[in-house]
């Protein structure tokens, strides 16, 4: 009987040190396709490239790369006749990202994108991100353990984790919720050797606000947090707002 077969993607890069942790770490459990992006895609987040050719790059046996983002990679991935997959994969797992994704880092991750496109297709879906402090080998077989563990459930539903592996090598797991983590936004305009203007966005440093259960909690307590995320966006607790703005739309 064949043995589950994962996709493997990341927003890293395919050469990313993280990604070749836990496809070590896979192998033992799973077969282990990788298709991610030809160079790093971070904060790419869920973007899809519709206005240029991609081109798809073998690196030997099961891994491919992508000049595209993460989404890209495993869009052609699942929908490529064969020429990646062998069949449809059994779960698609995007990471280890080096440096985790928590709260809202969600929205703007690459490595949450690659598990999302997955989820989206109805596969389920890990995301998996460690401190770059943390233990690269222990966080991949806890990775690799909770993809065994996802593929046991009797139930194939699209679900879609994010998991988080704070600093060390030993990590109680918890089931979470997303919590806050702030950054300080800014934007630093410089200017090059020849005089002309040009900018970074994006502040150093993050702060963690308390939220009881979250994924931030989790992490500033030495825990593996393991989040659930909805493919549904729609915002049932402000559907009164919006009929009442269409309301107020139609008296006018």
């Given at each position: 009987m064949a043995r589950p077969l994962?996709?493997?993607?990341?927003?890293?890069?395919?050469?990313?040190?993280?990604?070749?942790?836990?496809?070590?770490?896979?192998?033992?459990?799973?077969?282990?396709?990788?298709?991610?992006?030809?160079?790093?895609?971070?904060?790419?987040?869920?973007?899809?490239?519709?206005?240029?050719?991609?081109?798809l790059f073998p690196h030997g046996e099961g891994i491919f790369s992508v000049d595209g983002t993460p989404a890209d990679s495993v869009y052609v991935a699942l929908h490529a006749d064969q020429r990646v997959l062998p069949r449809r994969p059994d779960a698609v797992v995007s990471g280890m990202n080096l440096g985790v994704n928590l709260g809202d880092d969600v929205f703007y991750s690459g490595t949450v994108a690659a598990a999302r496109e997955g989820a989206l297709k109805g596969i389920?879906?890990?995301?998996?991100s460690a401190a770059l402090d943390?233990?690269?080998?222990?966080?991949?077989?806890?990775?690799?353990?909770?993809?065994?563990?996802?593929l046991a459930q009797a139930s194939k539903e699209p679900v879609l984790l994010n998991v988080n592996v704070p600093p060390g090598d030993r990590w109680p797991v918890q089931a979470t919720?997303?919590?806050a983590r702030i950054y300080k936004d800014e934007v630093d305009?410089?200017?090059?050797?020849r005089g002309r203007e040009y900018l970074w966005i994006g502040g150093p440093g993050a702060e963690h606000r308390a939220v009881p259960g979250s994924d931030t909690e989790a992490y500033d307590?030495?825990?593996?947090?393991?989040?659930?995320?909805?493919?549904?966006?729609?915002?049932?607790?402000?559907?009164?707002?919006?009929?009442?703005?269409v309301q107020t739309l139609a008296s006018t």
């Open positions: 994962v996709l493997l993607s990341n927003d890293d890069g395919y050469r990313s040190s993280g990604l070749q942790s836990l496809r070590t770490a896979l192998l033992e459990l799973v077969d282990v396709v990788v298709c991610a992006p030809d160079t790093e895609q971070s904060a790419a987040s869920h973007s899809l490239s519709l206005h240029r050719p991609l081109r389920p879906s890990i995301a998996l943390a233990d690269a080998t222990a966080a991949a077989a806890l990775g690799a353990r909770l993809v065994q563990a996802l919720r997303l919590g305009f410089r200017k090059d050797p307590q030495g825990a593996v947090g393991v989040t659930p995320l909805v493919l549904d966006l729609w915002g049932r607790d402000k559907a009164r707002t919006a009929e009442s703005i």
